[in-house]
């Protein structure tokens, strides 16, 4: 069974940016759609992006125009580059494959 492994979180200033990776263990080719949500402290987690397997990419409107989802199939990847960060974008963020999920990697922005 296909194993997601996300990076790449940390802490970083308010308008800083990171870059998250979402590392498949198989072939993600059979996956018309993958994504990342977000858990806040005491909350739901939540949609912040999708991309499906022709490229088409669906963003939370919190997170649109700062926030760009990316996959490559030859590596069995796919990224969230995310720019102009907020303290209020500090989560635990997952990526999503079907019923498949990864452990989280943490996001802290500082203000």
């Known amino acids: 069974q296909v194993q997601l492994v996300e990076s790449g979180g940390g802490l970083v200033q308010a308008g800083g940016s990171l870059r998250l990776s979402c590392a498949a263990s198989g072939s993600i080719f059979g996956f018309s759609r993958m994504g990342w949500y977000r858990q806040a402290p005491g909350k739901q987690r939540d949609l912040v992006a999708t991309?499906?397997?022709?490229?088409?990419?669906n963003y939370a409107d919190s997170v649109k125009g700062r926030f760009t989802i990316s996959r490559e199939n030859a590596k069995n990847t796919v990224y969230l580059q995310m720019n102009s960060l907020k303290p209020e974008d500090t989560a635990v963020y997952y990526c999503n494959a079907g019923l498949l999920w990864g452990k989280g990697t943490r996001v802290t922005v500082s203000s």
């Open positions: 991309i499906n397997t022709g490229g088409s990419t």
